[in-house]
């Protein structure tokens, strides 16, 4: 069965960073592309970052970009985004997701995690 | 980047009835296009990818068309398990930012 698990979400204040994991298992991590999408709360879905199996390619939305920085240990089957200078915008659940077929980021996320919650207030 | 515009924004309909949701680029994704389901409190689910082609073990009921710059999602009956906000999703590789529209909540008449 495949799951993707995610943590480190938490209240932050503005200005500070914050470290999310994924934690994936039922399928060859490293097989495929992986993505980060978020929702803040209320509001519609916004794709943040997405990175290829080998991490040779990693893409950003304008709104994270120099802030942001996805990662991947294929060894450790793990996802992460590192986010710095955080703003009271980026309060938002943060969930990890799986491309559907490709090694590169290029396509839809076919499985998803439940997601995980920060929050940036002083 | 490359804007997605959802059409409506919510829709009220009825068990049975058949519901198309719209969705237009800013300039052509090819086929490159996603449709998802999501329910309060849940992660997003996939039903169409490729702009017509339906992911495994959704309905039948579900369908997608377009291609270019405008597409739609179809429910030909729609069911109670349906209600619930609906989401495209371009994937253009010449984008670097795979955009999602604002969304289309079906709720009951």
């Known amino acids: 069965e495949v799951q993707l698990v995610e943590f480190g979400g938490a209240l932050v204040q503005p200005g500070r960073s914050l470290r999310l994991s994924c934690a994936v298992s039922?399928?060859?991590?490293?097989?495929?592309?992986m993505y980060w999408v978020r929702q803040a709360p209320g509001k519609g879905l916004e794709w943040v970052s997405g990175i290829s199996w080998d991490s040779l390619r990693r893409t950003y939305a304008d709104s994270v970009k120099g802030r942001f920085t996805i990662s991947r240990d294929n060894a450790k089957n793990s996802l992460y985004l590192q986010m710095s200078s955080l703003r009271a915008e980026d309060s938002a659940m943060y969930y990890c997701?799986?491309?559907?077929?490709?090694?590169?980021?290029?396509?839809?996320?076919?499985?998803w995690g439940q997601g995980t919650l920060v929050t940036v207030s002083s | 980047d490359i804007q997605m515009t959802q059409s409506p924004s919510t829709l009220s309909a009825s068990v049975g009835d058949r519901v198309t949701i719209t969705c237009r680029a800013s300039q052509s994704i090819d086929s490159w296009l996603a449709w998802y389901q999501q329910k309060p409190g849940k992660a997003p689910k996939l039903l169409i990818y490729k702009a017509s082609n339906l992911e495994s073990g959704v309905p039948s009921r579900f369908s997608g068309s377009g291609s270019g710059t405008e597409f739609t999602l179809t429910i030909s009956s729609l069911q109670p398990d349906d209600f619930a906000t609906y989401y495209c999703?371009?994937?253009?590789?010449?984008?670097?930012?795979?955009?999602f529209g604002q969304g289309t909540k079906v709720d009951i008449k």
């Open positions: 997701a799986k491309d559907r077929t490709s090694a590169h980021p290029d396509g839809p996320g076919d499985y």
């Open positions: 999703q371009q994937y253009n590789s010449y984008s670097y930012a795979y955009t």
């Open positions: 039922g399928f060859t991590f490293d097989d495929y592309a």
